[in-house]
DNA sequence: CCTGTCACGTA
DNA sequence: CGTACGTGACAGGA
């Protein structure tokens, strides 16, 4: 039995490169590995399941080949291969040597033509299979009865089984016909561009009938239709893309199939190339993969796991050491949810699974004074969803020291996805036993067997969290997070399940209504828009057939370009409309207003859950700066400028047996932190002196008195004030304002003049993040910015904005934060009844019950306004009312 | 059915 | 050529 294995070293690794983050990967000496490492993973995987007789790596040598002869524009427009990835190539050949693996690269060819070439003589010299582990398509025309490409389809460690009958199945012809699909078609990554309007299908059917390419050219001019027009446009792109993806077989090498039977490995050697990349987990996996009888102590992932049998919590629960890592088998969605089981691991690899459908007495409550005993440390990933599904069967969950997506959050807060398995791999190096395959090997956790039942899942899933937990507090305290995590983050975790558990109360037959009357409204913009063009019925919902009314039809002014046309922004209509005002660009701007508001109405009404309450779902770790976001629905951006929007927070309502509805917002918060961080002293003196912000600084800048500030002077300089913490230039504030640039600027440099800390803030803010490579709020909340050193202006310039606004919207996000602990734990200690019910950024909304108003005013008032401490007053506003609209003043 | 784009609501 | 979000509609590819 002959099996070869070949693989594309270079596209491998270039895929690891980009699916394991570079920062999470390196030695000790700064040396990035996630390219190697992730290479190494899948080579160790491939070889355990495939177990090959012979095997080789092939490589590019540079990007000058035959076909950058032909065709000067292959593979032009890559973006350059990042630093990051250079020099991590010649560490695979290291680990491959180390591994006494082949491997082979010639000048002038690419890797996958020598893997062309070995496969078509290992074919012929009668291997019985060749396995081919390639990253590029077009190796897919080499499949045939013995050769199987394996395709990676998402990051490192899932490979398609690609035979004939899969590429049939999938491309919809044979594999021999492959390489003209992909002519017809087109290949973006090589910059070779297919026959527009052909996808796929359409080019898959083509071969069908025509048989191949040739047949295809023979008849060309029997293809009918727009397609048919484009390919016979095309030809030529086609034919040249034909030569270019045909993989040479006759590559002159000097070491054949049989050249490449397995070698032993150096096992020295592996040692001091795996030392060297700081590869412990995966030195073990190899070892284990080739078969040696020495298991290495370290990575040790065996989990000892245990159903608990009726009448066996309070024992088996008695049993667990340190921090218990905790996974809830479940579900849960808008503040509610049903646990089904759940499972607790110790720091000793001992696992316990609850069934939670069956609990008798005698078991429930020592589990519910377990899960709730505050002194019980526990970690557990994403956990509010499945405090939900707890609370659901009355369990309360207490003690979370850690979570460990919030923990991977304050770490990189840009990343917006924290999945578990990802976050595992990256942080411990260690893989879960998949659904349906027994664990096997060091860095997967063990079981010991039936590692595909449900059961046998939830504890391995609460051991590995227990250990990402350790790993992550680690990675936290790096990051000078520790402290945030603690004492902020955590805790508002108890919070919001709260406030989502709570949800808030609407007037349904009100909403209803409102969605009635909004669609009134859309229907008589739409008739009136429709009137005004003479009666086409043009769909106002989409912009292309917008601009063909506006630009074609009308013949009106173009306005800015956007991706595919020109806009139809509701600020352009606004323009169009001063120049020319046509009835349908004012019938226009009343259906987009309307429309928004039915479709927000919509949402609202199809959210009410049967309690009569909309409940919210907050996101904590999606925005980078740190604040909260609102799902499902979004409940941060309901109506309030105009008074048609202001109609749909009067259907926020207090719910049954509470008094009203209180709002309580931070006055300016932005600007106080702004000027707090700056300690710029005008801006000081103006907030400590309780001055209208925007009047006192507009008396500054325009060198009048106060009372002096007319309304247009006052409205400039708040635009003005705001746009600074979001890095606003000279342009965009003439544009906002609609005066000239000098104007602006001169406006700008007035302001800068009399706030000079503002300016030097600024300039500082971006040029120490640069220095560290990072922002920071008032509490310890970091952001890193590498694009701060891009040499690419835009993105540069971008990050620079960030920079400057991260720790202004951040610090204010972390007293907002730390001032809902501190109503909700006043709350909670004061034994009221009331409770917080949302968050919109700078405002709380709270429920109110009976005769508490005016002890939670004081409360709430002293709570917000002492959550930081700023050198200028937090100012809080509040207003209670029957509807949130109602309470806002 | 999924994905990208546009548009627009909030702080 | 101003930050941070989420949602809905359309359009184009399947």
Redesign the pocket.
């Known amino acids: 039995m002959k099996r070869l294995l070949l693989l594309d070293g270079h596209s491998l690794a270039y895929r690891a490169f980009f699916a394991l983050p570079a920062e999470n990967f390196s030695t000790s000496t700064g040396q990035h590995t996630n390219a190697v490492y992730g290479f190494t993973s899948m080579l160790i995987n491939v070889l355990r399941d495939t177990e090959p007789t012979h095997l080789g790596v092939a490589f590019d040598v540079s990007r000058q080949t035959f076909r950058t002869e032909e065709y000067a524009e292959y593979k032009a427009g890559r973006a350059t291969t990042p630093n990051e990835f250079k020099g991590q190539v010649s560490l695979v050949k290291e680990v491959l040597d180390a591994m006494g693996v082949a491997h082979i690269e010639l000048d002038g060819y690419e890797a996958d033509d020598i893997l062309a070439t070995l496969t078509t003589q290992a074919v012929d010299q009668g291997f019985d299979e060749v396995l081919l582990c390639s990253g590029d398509r077009d190796a897919l025309q080499l499949v045939g009865d013995k050769v199987t490409v394996l395709y990676p389809v998402k990051g490192v460690s899932e490979l398609a089984r690609m035979t004939p009958a899969a590429v049939e199945e999938k491309y919809g012809v044979p594999p021999e016909r492959y390489s003209d699909l992909a002519a017809l078609v087109g290949e973006k990554s090589d910059n070779l561009p297919g026959v527009p309007?052909v996808?796929?299908?359409t080019a898959a059917k083509w071969l069908t009938t025509y048989g191949d390419l040739t047949g295809l050219v023979a008849s060309i001019d029997q293809i009918k239709g727009k397609a048919g027009e484009s390919v016979r446009a095309h030809l030529d792109g086609v034919l040249r893309n034909r030569r270019l993806n045909q993989l040479l077989t006759d590559v002159p090498l000097e070491l054949g199939p049989d050249d490449l039977v397995r070698a032993d490995w150096n096992r020295d050697e592996v040692h001091r190339v795996f030392d060297g990349l700081e590869f412990k987990v995966l030195r073990d996996r190899l070892f284990a993969t080739l078969g040696t009888s020495e298991p290495e102590a370290e990575g040790n992932v065996d989990v000892d796991g245990e159903v608990v049998a009726e009448g066996g919590a309070e024992k088996a629960l008695a049993s667990l050491t340190g921090r218990t890592g905790v996974h809830v088998l479940g579900t849960w969605a808008r503040g509610t949810g049903d646990a089904a089981g759940i499972g607790l691991a110790g720091d000793d690899g001992r696992a316990l699974y609850i069934d939670l459908t069956a609990l008798t007495p005698d078991d429930e409550k020592p589990l519910a004074a377990w899960l709730a005993d505050e002194s019980k440390p526990k970690a557990m990933h994403d956990a509010k969803g499945p405090m939900h599904a707890l609370d659901a069967r009355g369990l309360t969950l207490r003690g979370l020291t850690s979570d460990t997506a919030i923990a991977a959050y304050i770490v990189r807060p840009d990343q917006r996805s924290y999945g578990f398995d990802d976050l595992l791999l990256r942080y411990c190096h260690i893989e879960l036993p998949q659904a349906g395959d027994a664990a096997s090997g060091q860095g997967m956790l063990d079981l010991g067997g039936t590692a595909t039942a449900e059961t046998d899942d939830v504890m391995a899933r609460a051991a590995a969290v227990a250990k990402l937990a350790t790993a992550l507090d680690e990675a936290v305290a790096e990051v000078g997070g520790t402290e945030l995590m603690a004492d902020l983050e955590m805790p508002v975790v108890d919070v919001l399940a709260g406030m989502e558990k709570a949800g808030i109360a609407v007037d349904l037959d009100e909403l209803q209504s409102l969605e009635s009357d909004y669609d009134a409204l859309v229907v008589q913009a739409q008739h009136d828009a429709w009137d005004a063009i003479g009666g086409e019925q043009v769909?106002l919902?989409?912009?292309?057939?917008l601009q063909t009314v506006l630009f074609e039809t009308l013949g009106m002014p173009k306005t800015k370009k956007?991706?595919?046309g020109y806009?139809?922004?509701?600020e352009a209509l606004a323009d169009l409309y001063e120049k020319e005002p046509h009835p349908f660009l004012e019938a226009l701007l009343r259906h987009?207003?309307s429309s928004?508001l039915r479709?927000t109405v919509a949402?609202l009404i199809k959210s009410v859950a049967d309690d009569g309450r909309i409940h919210t779902t907050y996101?904590q770790t999606?925005?980078?700066?740190g604040?909260l976001?609102?799902?499902?629905?979004?409940l941060?951006?309901?109506?309030?400028?105009t008074e048609s929007?202001r109609r749909i927070r009067r259907v926020f309502v207090v719910g049954e047996g509470y008094e009203c509805l209180m709002s309580a917002d931070y006055s300016q918060i932005e600007m106080r932190v702004m000027a707090h961080l700056s300690g710029d002293e005008g801006l000081i003196h103006a907030f400590n002196e309780g001055e209208d912000l925007h009047r006192f600084v507009g008396s500054r800048v325009f060198g009048v008195e106060p009372d002096g500030v007319t309304p247009e002077m006052r409205a400039k300089v708040k635009a003005m004030s705001?746009?600074l913490a979001?890095?606003?230039?000279a342009?965009?504030l003439s544009k906002?304002l609609r005066i000239s640039t000098a104007e602006a600027q001169r406006l700008m440099d007035g302001y800068f003049e009399r706030f000079g800390g503002v300016r030097d803030y600024l300039r500082h803010v971006v040029d120490d993040a640069r220095a560290v490579g990072y922002t920071e709020t008032m509490m310890g909340r970091r952001r890193y910015l590498p694009d701060l050193a891009s040499d690419n202006r835009q993105r540069r310039d971008?990050a620079e904005?960030?920079a400057l606004?991260a720790p202004i919207?951040g610090s204010a996000a972390d007293i907002m934060k730390k001032a809902m602990l501190g109503v909700d734990e006043a709350l909670r200690d004061g034994e009221y009844a009331s409770r917080v019910l949302l968050q919109?950024?700078?405002?709380l909304i709270l429920e109110i019950a009976e005769g508490e108003r005016e002890a939670v005013e004081k409360l709430v008032r002293e709570q917000m306004g002492s959550a930081a401490d700023l050198d200028v007053p937090l100012d809080v506003n509040v207003g209670t009312g029957a509807s949130w609209q109602d309470a806002e003043h």
Do not use: C, W
């Open positions: 309007g996808g796929p299908k769909n919902g989409s912009p292309k057939q956007t991706k595919t806009t139809t922004d509701a987009r207003d928004k479709s949402g996101q999606i925005a980078a700066t604040r976001s609102s799902t499902d629905p979004n941060q951006n309901i109506p309030i400028r929007g705001y746009g979001y890095g606003l230039s342009f965009g906002q971008m904005r960030m606004n919207q919109v950024h700078d405002e």
